[in-house]
């Protein structure tokens, strides 16, 4: 979570939660340590108030000191394009007190995604103090955090894409809180929990209802059943080697085969990496085992038989000897590691 925040990125999962939960950061260095609320950490894009020689010692998350009779509840939502392991377009978090009468005393809405570094709403937070917790309240603040952010649009989405989510999630809060029994969320009140009571409390993996009952839909779902022609990567046996010859004409008139794909069959750059530096269809060099180096399309009816076969007529290599790897792990590590 410290590389989360430090590197201040927008878009970071963790910075929403912390600013709604009104966290500190402890800073320290060779001349001592300093606290600061999560809030004056950020500064701008990707900028802190780390000062030179200062790195991040802790993250504070103070316990819920609420007043007698208020009722707090929180939570965290995500947008992006895959549902796990996927960079956010925009998240936010919320919390809210309320009185017994249900009337909102104190107001978090922190956001990621919509901003040059994750920042809280604060002019909606201030609009919701003294105000009922009804569906009226929503739609006047709805208008208010609609007017609190200016996104930009980039490949994730739109910036009028970003400002819909901005109101969309915080009504979506409001009607999860108000609906315990909504399948999408489990917003409940967070009331003191003894150490034993979290210990045992499940927390249910994301999509693990859909595996479980048989809903979760894989790539090969998509297509069953469809018209289309699917890619077999060939691959090479060796970790290192230079390729001398290669020549598909005969794999491509071999019955059953669609086609056979090389590096100048690409459009564009024949690179997977985001640097430029992970050949995607090997030409000259195999650079790991199983680097592929050429792509067959077989018919639709999967014709393994004539997919193998196209690895007899391809090229001819000349083995090499792997790069930076030695018999002594201590002596590979001491060849890349600084002297201490």
């Not at 709403?121 to 609190?148: M, V």
Request: aromatic share 6%; proline share 7%; charged share 25%.
């Amino acid at each position: 979570m410290g590389g989360n925040i430090v590197t201040a990125s927008p878009i970071g999962d963790s910075a929403p939660v912390l600013l709604a939960l009104d966290a500190r950061v402890i800073l320290a260095s060779s001349k001592g340590q300093r606290t600061i609320p999560i809030d004056e950490f950020f500064l701008a894009y990707r900028k802190t108030a780390l000062q030179s020689g200062e790195i991040l010692k802790a993250i504070v998350v103070p316990r819920s000191h609420r007043q007698a009779g208020l009722r707090r509840y929180c939570e965290w939502f995500k947008v992006s394009r895959r549902r796990e392991m996927d960079i956010s377009t925009v998240a936010g978090c919320f919390r809210i007190d309320l009185d017994p009468e249900g009337v909102i005393r104190q107001a978090r809405l922190a956001f990621g995604g919509v901003a040059l570094m994750p920042l809280r709403a604060r002019k909606a937070e201030e609009a919701l103090l003294g105000q009922p917790w009804n569906e009226e309240t929503i739609r006047d603040i709805s208008s208010i955090l609609a007017g609190e952010f200016t996104p930009i649009s980039d490949v994730r989405g739109s910036a009028e894409y970003r400002s819909k989510l901005v109101t969309n999630l915080f009504e979506k809060f409001y009607w999860e809180m108000n609906d315990p029994s909504s399948p999408s969320g489990e917003t409940t009140a967070l009331l003191p929990i003894s150490k034993s009571a979290a210990a045992s409390r499940s927390t249910p993996h994301e999509s693990g209802h859909k595996h479980v009952t048989g809903e979760a839909i894989y790539t090969d779902d998509q297509t069953a059943g469809k018209p289309v022609l699917e890619i077999w990567p060939v691959c090479s046996p060796h970790a290192r080697a230079r390729i001398l010859t290669r020549d598909a004409s005969v794999a491509r008139r071999m019955p059953g085969v669609k086609a056979v794909l090389l590096a100048e069959d690409i459009p564009g750059v024949n690179d997977s990496g985001t640097k430029n530096d992970e050949v995607l269809l090997a030409d000259k060099e195999v650079y790991y085992h199983s680097h592929p180096r050429r792509l067959v399309v077989p018919p639709p009816k999967r014709s393994l038989s004539n997919t193998n076969r196209c690895r007899r007529f391809f090229l001819s290599n000349k083995r090499l000897r792997p790069e930076a790897f030695t018999t002594s792990p201590i002596a590979f590590a001491a060849a890349i590691l600084p002297k201490r």
